[in-house]
């Protein structure tokens, strides 16, 4: 089945670690985003990436870090300069031609 | 940056009621997309809207396009239990969906 695989489902993160969530899709989809969702807020963008081997910071990338090598992959890194990296943190992606964003299942973060 | 005022921000509701949800931009949108999200799950598509004044229907959901192209509106008819989950309005005003905008949420319960 075509779709985002976002991975692991649950993530916890040690002082000063820096972690890796995966995001994988096989919709052939040119544009990629991560967002980062807390209780009672609605979804801020944290980077995005309309083309292979470009991105875009979004409202919120402070502490984060993307790479977009390849059409498929659009790995998050949260940075120990993130304080408070609780969340949970969407991925989703985006073909051309005005086409709705599809997301992931999510990855839930929790500070050890 | 552009705001989403979405509302109410919760609704309890008796199993076989309808229920209506806003949402209000600062400016003008040229696509407005509503979303449903389960707990602990990605938000899933409902309803793409891309011309003003339009009225979409899905199953026992109908959302419209505000004239003025700054709002939009969600209603459910003869709710169900299933109906329960955090519905999310977003918009985009450039043209594409490479960035889009989302409201904070409504709450939905569903009371059997």
């Known amino acids: 089945d075509g779709g985002i695989t976002q991975s692991p489902k649950y993530l916890f993160r040690k002082e000063g670690q820096n972690v890796t969530l995966s995001c994988e899709q096989n919709l052939n989809h040119d544009a990629m985003y991560w967002y980062r969702q807390d209780p009672g807020q609605g979804l801020r963008l944290i980077y995005y990436?309309?083309?292979?081997?470009?991105?875009q910071k979004g409202d919120i990338a402070e502490g984060y870090s993307v790479s977009r090598e390849k059409k498929e992959s659009f790995p998050l890194t949260v940075t120990s300069a993130q304080k408070n990296p609780t969340a949970f943190y969407l991925c989703?992606?985006?073909?051309?031609?005005?086409?709705?964003?599809?997301f992931g299942d999510g990855t839930r973060l929790s500070i050890l | 940056g552009q705001q989403l005022n979405q509302s109410p921000q919760s609704m309890f509701i008796q199993e076989g009621e309808d229920v209506s949800m806003n949402c209000t931009s600062s400016?003008?949108?040229?696509?407005w997309l509503w979303y449903k999200q389960d707990p602990g799950e990605g938000p899933v598509l409902l309803i793409a809207?891309?011309?003003?004044?339009e009225l979409t229907s899905n199953g026992r959901l109908t959302a419209q396009f505000g004239i003025t192209r700054k709002d939009s509106f969600l209603n459910i008819s003869a709710s169900i239990p299933s109906d329960v989950g955090i519905y999310f309005c977003?918009?985009?005003?450039?043209?594409?969906?490479?960035?889009?905008?989302f409201g904070k949420g409504t709450l939905l319960t569903v009371n059997p």
């Open positions: 400016s003008i949108f040229n696509t």
């Open positions: 989703a992606s985006t073909g051309r031609d005005n086409q709705p964003q599809h």
């Open positions: 809207l891309y011309k003003a004044g």
């Open positions: 977003s918009g985009n005003s450039g043209g594409s969906n490479y960035k889009l905008t």
């Open positions: 990436s309309q083309i292979v081997n470009d991105f």
